[in-house]
C-alpha cells in the first residue's frame, strides 16, 4: 500500500516563525497535494505539484509556498505562521495514470500557530 | 467556479440505508469521489464515478449523474463502525492541471 508520511502530528508553533511542514509518500506517485481543513469549510487545496520543481496554485495559496525538490517530498511552508493558519493540514498524493484510485492522504498534522 | 452540496449530519440506525446526496456545480468535471473521514483520521477513498449510472461494492454504492450534477452514497446494512464524516469531492481539470475539491462533508452518526 502507499504510503503517505508526515513529519509531524501535532505542532505548536508562535505568530511570525517561519514553519515547515513536511510530507513524504513511498510510492513514486507524481502528484501530490497540500490541503487544510477546518470545522465548517471541509478541505481546501493550499498548493499542488506534478513533478519535481513544479508547483501550482490551489484555491488557498495566500502566506504558503511550497518546494519540491525531490519526488518523493513535497513541504508546505508558512513564511510567517500567523493565528489565521491554525488549522489541520493533509498531503496527499496520487499516481496519475490511475485516478480512479483517488488520493491517499496522510495522517495530517495540527498546527496550532499561538 | 466550483460549488459542492451535501448535508451537514444525518443520524440513521444499526441495519438500516442511508443515502447521502452530492450536488455539484462545475467546470472542467472529470470524476466524482467520496472519501470517508473518522474523527482524528485522514480521508480513505471509498469509490470513484466518472460515467453515469451506479457502482456497486460491498456495502457501499455510488451513483452519479453529470447532467443533474447529482450523486448519492448508499450504505447498506449500517454499522456502527460506518459513524464517520463522508466528503463528496469532485475531480477538475484547469489550466493549472488535475486536482480534487471536496465539499465540507457529511457526519454521519449510527445510533443502535
Known amino acids: 500500500d502507499v504510503k503517505v508520511t508526515q513529519s509531524s502530528r501535532y505542532l505548536v508553533k508562535r505568530t511570525g516563525e517561519k514553519v515547515f511542514l513536511e510530507c513524504v509518500q513511498d510510492m513514486d506517485h507524481e502528484n501530490m497535494f497540500w490541503y487544510r481543513q477546518d470545522p465548517g469549510l471541509g478541505l481546501r487545496l493550499i498548493y499542488f505539484s506534478y513533478d519535481v520543481k513544479m508547483k501550482e496554485k490551489g484555491d488557498i495559496p495566500e502566506g504558503y509556498s511550497v518546494s519540491r525538490e525531490k519526488k518523493e517530498r513535497f513541504s508546505l511552508i508558512l513564511e510567517s505562521a500567523s493565528t489565521n493558519q491554525t488549522s489541520m493540514y493533509l498531503c496527499?498524493?496520487?499516481?496519475?495514470?490511475?485516478?480512479?484510485?483517488?488520493?491517499?492522504f496522510g495522517s495530517g498534522t495540527r498546527l496550532t500557530v499561538v | 467556479g466550483q460549488n459542492i452540496d451535501q448535508p451537514t449530519e444525518m443520524t440513521a440506525t444499526e441495519g438500516a440505508i442511508v443515502q447521502i446526496n452530492c450536488t455539484y456545480q462545475?467546470?472542467?468535471?472529470?470524476?466524482l469521489f467520496w472519501y470517508q473521514q473518522h474523527a482524528g483520521e485522514a480521508p480513505t477513498f471509498l469509490s470513484y464515478n466518472v460515467l453515469d449510472g451506479l457502482e456497486e461494492k460491498g456495502r457501499f454504492s455510488s451513483f452519479l449523474s453529470r447532467s443533474k450534477g447529482y450523486s448519492y452514497l448508499l450504505l447498506k446494512e449500517l454499522q456502527m463502525k460506518d459513524s464517520a464524516s463522508y466528503l463528496c469531492a469532485v475531480g477538475v481539470y484547469s489550466n493549472s492541471g488535475y486536482a480534487l475539491n471536496f465539499g465540507k462533508g457529511t457526519s454521519l452518526l449510527v445510533t443502535p
Open positions: 462545475t467546470s472542467g468535471f472529470n470524476g
Open positions: 496527499a498524493s496520487s499516481l496519475s495514470m490511475y485516478r480512479d484510485k483517488g488520493y491517499t
